[in-house]
């Protein structure tokens, strides 16, 4: 198959792109589109043909769910059986946004594939002028996880879009990079409290300003736990080839670092703050500014996926609090690393 890339942001033949990927849609096919947090593969949600042909492309094991994007909050009724109070007034203050909120499907309804054989399934309205006038053009619900092979980092650009899925897709819809860079916050608001199964750009901080007490488990609670959760959660996530270790973020714990594994003879890629361009990494990655989180986020993946266009046989990353969107990036981080930390 010909992968077809279409730059669709301000571009006079912008109206023809739409034009070609409704109708891609319409005929039971996938097309990838940016959203404001990572670039989506999109397929009618209703259509299990379009919806089997998302797992195919990206290698999904068919046990893992995907998130069905509108563009409207009246849409929501369609497919959800009763919506909570308290769902009803986070979609009022944070859609469009990065918030996935999960509540039951009305049974019947979506294409079976998209829920993986659970009874909840997870809605969003992207913030994205693509992916709007994409869902305005279509008027029908799109079931889109995000556009990489299962395993890698999540695309924050069409061209990562195409490394991973070139000839496996029929068209990009180019709208170049995405803000947010990281996945929505998903919300489980089936149960009381909401528990947060992925923390995301919506933190725990600005949902309780809203609907008052939710959940964020810890690591050790994930652990234990045997509720159910994001199912994606539980497989190798954003992993780039060589090994990643987390490492704190100081200078001379990170030069040591490196002058140690420079004797083994490893080639170091290092992601970190641009004041660590002195500490002697084969590869530097700089996050931006120390403590400019949203720049972190935003840059991140990206990174990540560079470090596999070098020699480098091992990654340092250095981490952050998790403050705010800092409870997302370590998650992302600690996936990453397989939860490894340098401590030679
Ligand atoms: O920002 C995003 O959310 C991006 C853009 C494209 O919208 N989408 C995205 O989708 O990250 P995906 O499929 O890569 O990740 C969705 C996560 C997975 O961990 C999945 O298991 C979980 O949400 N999920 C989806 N439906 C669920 C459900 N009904 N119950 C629990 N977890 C669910
Ligand atoms: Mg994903």
Known sequence: METIRMRVDNNLNSEKSYAQAVDLLNNGEVVAFPTETVYGLGAVATNERGVKKIFEAKGRPSDNPLIVHIGTIEEVSNYIEEIPENALKLMDTFWPGPLTVIMKAKEGVLAPSVTAGLSTVGMRMPNHEVALELLRKL?????????????KPSPTKASHVEEDLQGRVP????????GIGI????LDVTVNPPVILRPGGVTKEMLEEVIGEVIQPTKTQ???????????????????????????????????????LKN????????????FDNVGAHYFFPYGVEGDKEMMSSKLYDDLRACDKTEATLILATTTTTEGVGAAIMNRL?????GKWYNR
Do not use: C, F, W
Request: charged residues 25%.
């Open 222 to 260: 994930e652990k234990l736990d045997s509720t159910p959760k994001a199912p994606g959660m539980k497989y190798t996530h954003y992993a780039p080839n060589a090994p990643v270790y987390l490492i704190e973020s100081d200078q001379s714990i990170v030069g040591n670092a490196i002058s140690k």
């Open 334 to 338: 600690e996936k990453a690393a397989g």
């Open 139 to 151: 008027k029908k619900p799109v079931a889109a996880p995000s556009a990489n092979r299962s395993g």
């Open 171 to 178: 068209l990009i819809l180019d709208g170049g990079k995405t």
């Open 264 to 275: 083994e003879g490893e080639k170091v890629a290092l992601l970190a703050p641009q004041s």
């Open 183 to 186: 996945e929505s916050t998903v």
